[in-house]
């Protein structure tokens, strides 16, 4: 599985299937999450779904546009509570010319972009962030070993 297609993978297990096993299966042991409001290890991610579950947190992807070897990635997420009573709309795009392959250990630099809602205001700000994909083989099948997301402006 390529790298964007185990991104989208994943995010459809979590955010949409809320399905334990899959997510599991997408992630290495070791993975580390970056996200401030989950804990670093796979446990972090994989916590998000029973809280996605419970508060109806959702996550549509509606398109991924390739374009050459570029693809993006365009998701919703309603119902954001656990991301702090928020409504995200965010583009991220993986471009595999961008992806480095460092030993073993083959990582992309992404950007994400979009509006942010404060559900409790309707306020909308913007949403640009910077992420970081760390995959890793194991046992033949390439699987996402780190992840982190922080705001670039």
Known sequence: ?????????????????YDFDAARALVTPDYIQHN????????GIL??????????LTGTTHRLIPEGDFVVAHTTFENADAFGALSLELEF???P????????????????SGIITIRDTGQTVPGINRELWVFEP??????IAQYAL????
């Open 47 to 56: 916590g998000v779904i029973p809280i996605a579950q419970e508060t109806g």
């Open 150 to 153: 922080n705001k670039s402006k």
């Open 97 to 112: 010319a961008d992806i480095v392959v460092a030993g073993d250990m083959p990582y992309a630099a992404t950007s994400s």
């Open 36 to 43: 401030p409001l989950f804990s670093t290890v796979a446990e």
């Open 138 to 143: 194991v046992e033949g099948d390439w699987k």
């Open 1 to 17: 599985m390529a790298p964007q297609e185990l991104v989208a993978t994943l995010l459809t297990a979590v955010f949409v299937d």
């Open 93 to 95: 795009s993986i471009d």
